[in-house]
């Protein structure tokens, strides 16, 4: 019965003994320890670096862009109360700023606003058009290939509508 106690015993310190080696290895070189995914790659300090900047800028521009849109949108439905769409950002009394590029096109019964931030891949729509007597609005994001390509009363294909308040 002691032998069995004993071996018990001994079987339970390597086990603990195994798990502290393991634990301690993964504390002292996380990137060298044990692990199962040997064939994942793992991103430098400075790829995530510069990752989590590229992930910021867009998120920044993002927001800009979406102020832009709706501001226009909401300017060019007071503009047409008062007799036609306008041209161009600044009959509205707006600008782009230094990061986004805008193109404003019109006819009788639309308006649009493409933005373009000179960094990243997303691009950005607001449409402005008149529907039997009533005006909609309309708000699209989507890859910058696809800027200046929609057809009327739809995003462009590839392209995803937003809502914003």
Not at 6 to 28: D, E, F, P, W
Not at 57 to 64: A, D, I, N, P, Y
Request: some cysteine.
């Amino acid at each position: 019965m002691v032998s069995r106690t004993r071996v018990s015993q001994i079987a339970r310190s390597l086990a603990a003994l195994g798990l502290l080696a393991m634990g301690v290895s993964a504390l002292v070189a996380p990137r060298h320890g044990l692990s199962l995914d040997h064939a994942a790659p793992r991103p430098s300090k400075v790829n995530l670096s510069r990752q989590l900047l590229q992930r910021e800028l867009t998120l920044h521009q993002r927001s800009e862009a979406e102020t832009l849109l709706m501001d226009f949108a909401r300017a060019q439905m007071t503009r047409h109360y008062w007799g036609e769409f306008a041209g161009s950002l600044q009959d509205l009394g707006l600008s782009s700023g230094a990061q986004l590029v805008a193109t404003v096109d019109r006819d009788a019964v639309r308006t649009r606003l493409w933005i373009e931030p000179h960094h990243g891949t997303e691009a950005y729509l607001a449409e402005v058009e008149r529907l039997g007597g009533r005006l909609r609005m309309r708000y699209c994001r989507g890859h910058r290939d696809g800027a200046g390509q929609a057809d009327g009363g739809r995003c462009p294909d590839g392209w995803q509508r937003i809502q914003l308040n």
